[in-house]
Nanobody
Framework: QVQLVESGGGLVPAGGSRNLSCAYSGRIDNVDVMDWHRQTPGKSRELVARIFPSGETIYVDFAKGRFTLSRDTPKNILYLRMRNLKSDDTAVYSC?????????WGQGTQVTVSS
């Protein structure tokens, strides 16, 4: 199994920045891709950004130019740095680890952007 724990959420003013972390542990040798998702009440969870084992990253349109996904492999931490936040970015942000057999999720961290 893989355990993931997100942190860094909170209240941030519109236009501000926030850095999220996802500490992962367990059978991480089996992990393929890792990504961040977000979800707001009444909406489906949506992908924010993904990192591949090669280190290549991809972003969905709303995240391009504002969000940066990175990974500290020795520390087993996945980061999502967010800047120029908007009220639409208010959501619970969760990280996911994908293996051949199963996907693992953290509990999520709430980010609230005040306008």
């Amino acid at each position: 199994q893989v355990q993931l724990v997100e942190s860094g959420g909170g209240l941030v003013p519109a236009g501000g920045s926030r850095n999220l972390s996802c500490a992962y542990s367990g059978r991480i040798d089996n992990v393929d891709v890792m990504d961040w998702h977000r979800q707001t009440p009444g909406k489906s969870r949506e992908l924010v950004a993904r990192i591949f084992p090669s280190g290549e990253t991809i972003y969905v349109d709303f995240a391009k130019g504002r969000f940066t996904l990175s990974r500290d492999t020795p520390k087993n931490i996945l980061y999502l740095r967010m800047r120029n936040l908007k009220s639409d970015d208010t959501a619970v942000y969760s990280c996911r680890a994908v293996t051949a057999l199963e996907d693992y999720w953290g509990q999520g961290t709430q980010v609230t952007v005040s306008s």
